[in-house]
């Protein structure tokens, strides 16, 4: 009798044991599963800012992205005194999905990136195009990870015209230069993603 009933909780107990590795690992797969299914890409996103990644002082920006890791950007935006752009090409060190709230990356883009403004002389005010690379991230919030900011640095790389230009300001006596040219430029964004 001692002998069936010990076999008896055994079995129990093995029986018990097995449901529970079984549950464990049936909850594990789920959440495996739950997981992968998931995350998506982000196609797109627009947003809104200020500096050299959206066209000038204050612009608009919509960004394209065919593969998780590669985004195509344009933009436009208002310098003083006339319109400016970009057209560039995002490289994400992580890949752009709604699992990623962090996502720096490399980027260079062409487009207006030097302006000259001189109150009294306009005849000197012009923009100037050329390529820009630099690096920026973007920082989403919520629990889609579908908002936040873009923020970036840009090394501007001169144009030509805008070094004639400038060593002309810097001869002229009548014109007094209050700020030397910045060998770097920053931007900053809200962006919503689709």
């Known amino acids: 009798m001692k002998k069936v009933i010990l076999l008896a909780i055994t079995i129990a107990i093995s029986t018990s044991l097995s449901a529970q590795i079984r549950t464990s690992i049936s909850q594990s797969e789920k ?16 947003g809104f800012g200020i500096g050299t990644d959206y066209g000038g002082i204050f612009g608009i920006k919509a960004t394209f992205t065919p593969l998780k890791y590669l ?8 310098y003083k005194m006339d319109f400016g752009w970009q057209l560039g090409m995002n490289v994400y060190f992580i890949p752009k999905t709604n699992k990623n709230n962090i996502r720096p990356f490399a980027k260079v883009m062409y ?7 001189i109150e009294g002389a306009e005849e000197y005010d012009k923009i100037y195009s050329g390529w820009s690379p630099g690096f920026g991230c ?3 919030f919520g629990a ?12 501007p ?3 030509s015209d805008f070094k004639d230009d400038y060593d002309a300001i810097q001869d002229d006596p009548e014109i007094k230069i209050e700020q030397d040219i910045l060998p770097v430029s920053f931007s900053i964004g809200y962006h919503f993603e689709l």
């Open 31 to 46: 959440h495996q599963k739950k997981e992968e299914t998931e995350e998506y890409k982000r196609s797109a996103d627009f």
């Open 138 to 140: 973007e920082f989403r």
């Open 157 to 159: 790389i001169s144009s």
């Open 111 to 117: 487009g207006t990136n030097r302006a000259i403004i």
């Open 71 to 78: 985004g195509l950007f344009g933009s436009v935006g208002y």
């Open 144 to 155: 889609s990870a579908s908002h936040g900011l873009n923020l970036a640095i840009n090394f």
